[in-house]
């Protein structure tokens, strides 16, 4: 039985070759609660379903007219290497919905039991995952940084087997598409130019309908590879900025899209280690927070060598000079905005480093650290020059700041403040607080942080006044240095 359709949903991945994706009947979670629904990006996007529709379709027993879920093929490089046997292992693309502005919206069931790529995995998503992906999806977005983000979110009384016993759940997450660059790797090695062109001109046309107007198909092609490479090179600068790791940087954790994607044991930073690896499974620290540009531009390279046979070798180069300059930019925009810089110029960026290495050597936390700088000029500087530990380095660092923003424009430089600099942060330690409540069955917690988590640069005054305003300060050294990994 399907639902009556006051939301058009459709199923558009179906139309490109069926060795593409697989049809999937998702394993139904029995005895499933409804955890949230995430009622404001429901409206936005225009899905009218009721909360016990939503709970059907959440835990996968029933689904409005006009989706139909299928796992997709990819393969990817993870952790360096290359992967052939990756595709949706745990999830399934029910389809898609166009919001009021035309924007095309895919929604995706995670956790929903196995699929012919789960290979020894059991497809099933475990609650403490399902809900830090879940409240991160807001976190990023409320602070400028494009994401996917999650509709509704289920648990039940299956167990799942991972370290220890854990709980089943399943989440409906909406990204603007599920394509990875790890797909177009796969057709890459495919060597199959026809079907690679179905999937650029899928992607052109759901994604970046504008290139449709480009008349030479190798040009546009070119074209959407830039594209990929400049949002991607402006995502990191943004995840930088914020102090986000992303944890799992692999190929098939990359969207084309340039949404932050495929969250695991991701991370904000609290003291500002800049070599910090959020993921304990990631020895090496080749996703550590300061490797994240660099391997960002990594995956940007297997991006163009999977695009060669669309494209030219200078194509390829010059948009990985776009992701390059386009990185460089945004990082010197959005940093120095932090720092008050109502002109960030280049020579900021010296400034930058050298302020980010001295916080890492004094143990300083990387946000409370900017939220106490917008007092630096104010009758209330004495609270930041007191964070500073007394040294010789940071009186020169005084010193040098007072130079640099001398002359400018006092209501500028707090305007950029507020923009810039978050107060709220969804630390480790929160999260973590936030899933043991869930576990024991409190979902107030999730609840409030899913309101709080959108006004990150102003909480309002009940939030600052109310038993909660601890989590506005850094955390203390006990509720740092949580250890995750990618079990998940
Ligand atoms: P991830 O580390 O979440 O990006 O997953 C990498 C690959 O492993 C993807 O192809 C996933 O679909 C698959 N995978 C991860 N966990 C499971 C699981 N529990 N069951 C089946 N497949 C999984
Ligand atoms: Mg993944």
Redesign the pocket.
Same mark, same amino acid.
């Given at each position: 039985m399907t639902h009556t359709n006051r939301t058009p949903f459709f199923q558009n991945y179906t139309a490109l070759p069926n060795s593409f994706y697989s049809k999937v009947i998702p394993e139904a979670m029995q005895n499933s609660s409804l955890l949230h629904h995430n009622k404001t990006l429901c409206d936005e996007l225009g899905i009218e379903l009721s909360e016990h529709e939503i709970l059907e379709m959440t835990s996968g027993q029933n689904f409005p007219q006009g989706l139909e879920p299928i796992a997709q093929k990819y393969t990817g490089h993870?952790f360096g290497y290359y992967n052939p046997d990756? @595709? &949706? @292992?745990? @999830?399934v693309l029910l389809g898609q919905i166009l919001d009021k502005d035309g924007q095309q919206w895919d929604l995706h069931l995670k956790g929903s039991g196995?699929t012919p790529? !789960?290979?020894r *995995? &059991? *497809?099933?998503a475990v609650l403490r995952s399902a809900v830090r992906e879940y409240l991160i999806g807001e976190a990023l977005h409320a602070l400028g940084i494009p994401t996917t983000r999650c509709i509704s979110l289920c648990r039940s009384s299956e167990p799942v087997m991972r370290e220890q016993m854990e709980t089943r759940a399943t989440y409906i997450r909406v990204a603007k598409t599920h394509i990875r660059f790890g797909h177009f790797e796969w057709l890459a090695q495919q060597g199959d130019i026809e079907q690679q062109k179905q999937l650029a001109n899928y992607v052109i046309k759901t994604v970046y309908p504008h290139l449709l107007t480009i008349p030479d198909e190798s040009t546009r092609y070119a074209e959407l590879l830039k594209t990929i490479m400049t949002n991607t090179a402006s995502l990191i600068a943004g995840w930088q900025s914020v102090g986000f790791c992303h944890g799992?940087m #692999?190929t &098939? #954790?990359m969207s084309v899209a340039g949404e932050t994607f &495929?969250f *695991?044991p991701y991370a904000f930073l609290d003291d500002c280690k800049i070599h910090y690896i959020c993921n304990h499974s990631d020895t090496e620290g080749r996703y550590a927070y300061s490797q994240q540009p660099n391997i960002g531009l990594w995956n940007c390279q297997v991006l163009g060598q999977a695009f060669a046979n669309l494209v030219d070798s200078c194509a390829i180069e010059s948009a990985i000079n776009k992701y390059i300059e386009t990185f460089n930019q945004q990082y010197l925009l959005r940093m120095g905005y932090k720092f008050g810089f109502t002109v960030p110029i280049e020579e900021d960026k010296h400034f930058i480093a050298d302020t980010l290495i001295l916080l890492d050597k004094s143990n300083l936390d990387f946000h409370h650290f900017f939220v106490l700088l917008k007092l630096f000029d104010s009758d209330n500087h004495s609270d930041f020059e007191s964070y500073l530990p007394q040294s010789k380095a940071w009186n020169i660092w005084l010193e040098n700041y007072r130079k640099r923003i001398a002359g400018q424009n006092h209501e500028s430089k707090s305007n950029l403040y507020k923009l810039a600099v978050p107060q709220v942060i969804l630390r480790n330690y929160i999260a973590q607080d936030i899933i043991d409540a869930v576990v024991q069955g409190d979902t107030n917690p999730l609840h409030n942080w899913m309101l709080w988590l959108l006004e990150p640069f102003g909480p309002d005054k009940t939030f600052k006044k109310s038993s909660h305003a601890h989590y506005l300060k850094p955390p203390t050294s006990c509720q740092k240095g949580l250890a995750l990994s990618?079990s !998940?």
């Amino acid at each position: 039985m399907t639902h009556t359709n006051r939301t058009p949903f459709f199923q558009n991945y179906t139309a490109l070759p069926n060795s593409f994706y697989s049809k999937v009947i998702p394993e139904a979670m029995q005895n499933s609660s409804l955890l949230h629904h995430n009622k404001t990006l429901c409206d936005e996007l225009g899905i009218e379903l009721s909360e016990h529709e939503i709970l059907e379709m959440t835990s996968g027993q029933n689904f409005p007219q006009g989706l139909e879920p299928i796992a997709q093929k990819y393969t990817g490089h993870q952790f360096g290497y290359y992967n052939p046997d990756l @595709g &949706d @292992g745990r @999830g399934v693309l029910l389809g898609q919905i166009l919001d009021k502005d035309g924007q095309q919206w895919d929604l995706h069931l995670k956790g929903s039991g196995r699929t012919p790529y !789960s290979r020894r *995995g &059991d *497809g099933r998503a475990v609650l403490r995952s399902a809900v830090r992906e879940y409240l991160i999806g807001e976190a990023l977005h409320a602070l400028g940084i494009p994401t996917t983000r999650c509709i509704s979110l289920c648990r039940s009384s299956e167990p799942v087997m991972r370290e220890q016993m854990e709980t089943r759940a399943t989440y409906i997450r909406v990204a603007k598409t599920h394509i990875r660059f790890g797909h177009f790797e796969w057709l890459a090695q495919q060597g199959d130019i026809e079907q690679q062109k179905q999937l650029a001109n899928y992607v052109i046309k759901t994604v970046y309908p504008h290139l449709l107007t480009i008349p030479d198909e190798s040009t546009r092609y070119a074209e959407l590879l830039k594209t990929i490479m400049t949002n991607t090179a402006s995502l990191i600068a943004g995840w930088q900025s914020v102090g986000f790791c992303h944890g799992v940087m #692999n190929t &098939d #954790n990359m969207s084309v899209a340039g949404e932050t994607f &495929d969250f *695991g044991p991701y991370a904000f930073l609290d003291d500002c280690k800049i070599h910090y690896i959020c993921n304990h499974s990631d020895t090496e620290g080749r996703y550590a927070y300061s490797q994240q540009p660099n391997i960002g531009l990594w995956n940007c390279q297997v991006l163009g060598q999977a695009f060669a046979n669309l494209v030219d070798s200078c194509a390829i180069e010059s948009a990985i000079n776009k992701y390059i300059e386009t990185f460089n930019q945004q990082y010197l925009l959005r940093m120095g905005y932090k720092f008050g810089f109502t002109v960030p110029i280049e020579e900021d960026k010296h400034f930058i480093a050298d302020t980010l290495i001295l916080l890492d050597k004094s143990n300083l936390d990387f946000h409370h650290f900017f939220v106490l700088l917008k007092l630096f000029d104010s009758d209330n500087h004495s609270d930041f020059e007191s964070y500073l530990p007394q040294s010789k380095a940071w009186n020169i660092w005084l010193e040098n700041y007072r130079k640099r923003i001398a002359g400018q424009n006092h209501e500028s430089k707090s305007n950029l403040y507020k923009l810039a600099v978050p107060q709220v942060i969804l630390r480790n330690y929160i999260a973590q607080d936030i899933i043991d409540a869930v576990v024991q069955g409190d979902t107030n917690p999730l609840h409030n942080w899913m309101l709080w988590l959108l006004e990150p640069f102003g909480p309002d005054k009940t939030f600052k006044k109310s038993s909660h305003a601890h989590y506005l300060k850094p955390p203390t050294s006990c509720q740092k240095g949580l250890a995750l990994s990618c079990s !998940s």
